[in-house]
């Protein structure tokens, strides 16, 4: 059974001995990410993972050096509290449409510098039901947004076929 329509991804499924959506959905995280707001701007610790959200107040300096293109910006989160941010061989993020637009970044923090290695940057604020997200072992070559599309597309044609044992008045509290 085709389950995405690249061939490349298929082949990888099936190296993984996955055939079907089912197989696809009895397929776990190993680990989740949080991207829930860092709290207390002024207590941050040294390499600490954090995630802030506001506005980036300067246009993005490229610097290239030794093979690695560097792009750094200041950014002020809704507190007004100021970071100095820093970006690793990732030059798709020099773009306008991040300047003075509210954004999220994930990084880690540099307190020596008081600055954030930026690990990813959305445009906006992050959905509430899209701030824990599953991470999947997969081989190497199969991002893990493709699989999770692929999760919510098989559970789209698997659902009927679903024996659910939750309780409705846990499923209406917790929106399952």
């Known amino acids: 059974m085709k389950l995405t329509k690249s061939k490349k991804l298929n082949f990888l499924l099936g190296e993984m ?6 197989d696809v959905l009895k ?44 792009l750094s910006f200041d ?10 941010c820093v970006i690793y061989n990732r030059p ?18 540099n307190k020596n510098r008081k600055e954030i290695n930026i690990i990813n940057m959305y ?16 081989l190497k070559g199969y991002p893990n947004h493709h699989f999770i599309s692929l999760v919510h597309k098989s559970y789209e044609m698997e659902k009927d076929n679903i024996y659910n044992i939750v309780p409705t008045f846990y499923r209406r509290k917790y929106n399952l």
């Open 17 to 22: 001995n996955i055939f079907s959506f089912s």
């Open 27 to 70: 397929t776990y995280p190993y680990r989740y990410e949080t991207l829930f707001i860092t709290e207390n701007e002024s207590e941050l610790i040294d390499k600490q993972r954090v995630v802030f959200f506001g506005k980036i107040m300067s246009s993005m300096k490229v610097n290239e050096a030794k093979g690695f293109t560097i």
């Open 75 to 84: 950014f002020f989160t809704k507190n007004i509290t100021h970071f100095k």
């Open 92 to 109: 798709f993020y020099n773009s306008s449409s991040f300047l003075n637009n509210d954004v999220t970044i994930v990084g880690i923090y």
């Open 123 to 138: 445009v906006g604020q992050i959905k509430e039901e899209e701030r824990i997200k599953p991470i999947y072992r997969l």
